[in-house]
């Protein structure tokens, strides 16, 4: 059974630091390309980044360029999101997906559940 867990949320006043894990299980985690999306209260779910199975990075929002990162542990199947210099325009539900295909920009196959971001101002 696929399974991605995100952890790590919470609330973090403006101009903070956070991390956000993915534990992957089910898959051959080394060979997929894992991402995060967020979704803001009623707003759409957007990208934010990915890291394909060849390490390479994207960012899809210009907003969150040189302040946050993504990473992977293939040996712990986890991806994570470090989060810097956040901003309240960053509060939404963090989600992690990965596409079997191992590049960005295809959609994606699996989901978590999300976990929630707040900043507070």
């Known amino acids: 059974e696929v399974q991605l867990v995100e952890s790590g949320g919470g609330l973090v006043q403006a101009g903070g630091s956070l991390r956000i894990s993915c534990a992957a299980s089910g898959f051959a985690f080394e060979d997929y390309a894992i991402g995060w999306s967020r979704q803001a209260p009623g707003k759409e779910r957007e990208g934010v980044a990915c890291m394909s199975s060849s390490d390479g990075s994207t960012y899809d929002l210009d907003s969150v360029k040189g302040r946050f990162t993504i990473s992977r542990d293939n040996a712990k199947n986890t991806v994570y999101l470090q989060m810097n210099n956040l901003k309240p325009e960053d509060t939404a539900v963090y989600y992690c997906?990965?596409?079997?295909?191992?590049?960005?920009?295809?959609?994606?196959?699996?989901w978590g559940q999300g976990t929630q971001v707040t900043v507070s101002s």
């Open positions: 997906a990965a596409n079997w295909k191992g590049w960005c920009n295809d959609g994606y196959d699996y």
